[in-house]
């Protein structure tokens, strides 16, 4: 049984007549007739009662018709469906960042991603570069956020372009001496108690502030670590020292706190943003497209890393 038999059992039920009903469907009167006899020896029972007055369905042919509606209904979504997933409007996206991605860019591109593909499903995923590049890498993420390349196993497997670039700023309580500074000397810093990301968490930050300090600085080894940025600014916010991250930090004041810039100027690794090279999800694609509109220069980055074909994978090219 095909879909062009359940069309022709319905043709035939709205016009109450084979001739009427053939050229309603562009067919002759034989092959229709010829259709919906076979239907009938398939289904194994009368659809259409053939009288003088017209052709009508009978209590099995009502039946049929009724879940047939539903068949062609359900057929007719299935394609459109399809071609909104071709399209990226609807599926999945796991997405992996750190948390001073929330500062910049990510904002603007969720919220314009939401707007544009409402329907896919976004799953969200904080977590620490040293942990999400293993988990791209896995399969378990379709795209990553992470403050400096990928590395370790698999990584050959990744694109990664830039998405921004940051230098070392300090943080500080209104009350702190080095309020009210625009800012402070790495001599300064090692007279402090700091605040710091995880070295487990965020290796390549640790290690310039190793070569920017010194490899044994007491005030480095005696650091309270936090987490992520958000909890840097509140424990300097509060006085348990100088905190010390990204200058996109500046994005997020809060009160009771003052930002310094360190000097020398101390650039920090780039936020990378990163997935893998053979992705072909129109998902994955139509969030990169936000990225190229929202973001014109790590877009021309990404169609220079993806190579030749336009530099784009929605027509699946590299």
């Not at 029972?45 to 047939?68: E, K, W």
């Not at 499903?121 to 293993?134: D, G, N, Q, V």
């Not at 500074?181 to 640790?206: H, K, T």
């Not at 424990?235 to 003052?258: D, I, N, Q």
Request: proline share 7%; hydrophobic share 45%; net charge neutral.
């Amino acid at each position: 049984m095909e879909a062009r038999h359940l069309r022709y059992a319905l043709a035939l039920a709205e016009h109450a007549h084979f001739g009427r009903a053939a050229g309603a469907l562009g067919i002759a009167q034989p092959p229709l007739s010829k259709q919906i006899a076979d239907l009938e020896r398939e289904v194994g029972a009368r659809l259409f009662d053939r009288t003088r007055r017209g052709v009508f369905p009978t209590a099995a042919g009502t039946a049929f018709l009724a879940r047939a509606r539903r068949a062609l209904d359900e057929i007719a979504a299935a394609s459109v469906d399809a071609a909104r997933a071709e399209r990226g409007e609807t599926g999945r996206l796991r997405l992996g960042f750190i948390a001073s991605a929330l500062l910049e860019p990510l904002p603007d591109v969720l919220c314009r991603f939401g707007r544009e593909r409402p329907d896919v499903r976004l799953e969200l995923h904080e977590m620490a570069t040293s942990c999400s590049t293993s988990v791209l890498v896995a399969g378990d993420l379709d795209v990553a956020i992470t403050l400096g390349p990928p590395r370790g196993v698999g990584v050959e497997r990744l694109v990664s372009v830039p998405i921004g670039h940051d230098h070392l700023i300090a943080v500080v309580s209104s009350g702190h001496p080095y309020a009210g500074q625009p800012s402070v000397s790495v001599e300064q810093l090692r007279q402090q108690p700091l605040i710091v990301a995880s070295g487990e968490d965020e290796p390549a930050v640790v290690t310039g502030l190793r070569a920017l300090l010194g490899e044994d600085s007491p005030a480095l080894s005696g650091a309270t670590v936090a987490r992520d940025v958000h909890t840097i600014i509140g424990l300097a916010a509060c006085g348990m020292g100088v905190g010390l991250g990204p200058s996109r930090m500046l994005s997020a004041p809060r009160p009771g706190t003052w930002f310094c810039e360190v000097t020398p100027r101390t650039p920090l690794p780039d936020l990378v943003l990163s997935f893998a090279a053979q992705d072909r999800s129109p998902a994955l694609n139509a969030f990169l497209d936000v990225i190229r509109e929202n973001c014109p220069d790590v877009g021309i980055a990404l169609d220079h890393r993806l190579g030749a074909g336009g530099g784009s994978q929605r027509a699946g090219k590299h």
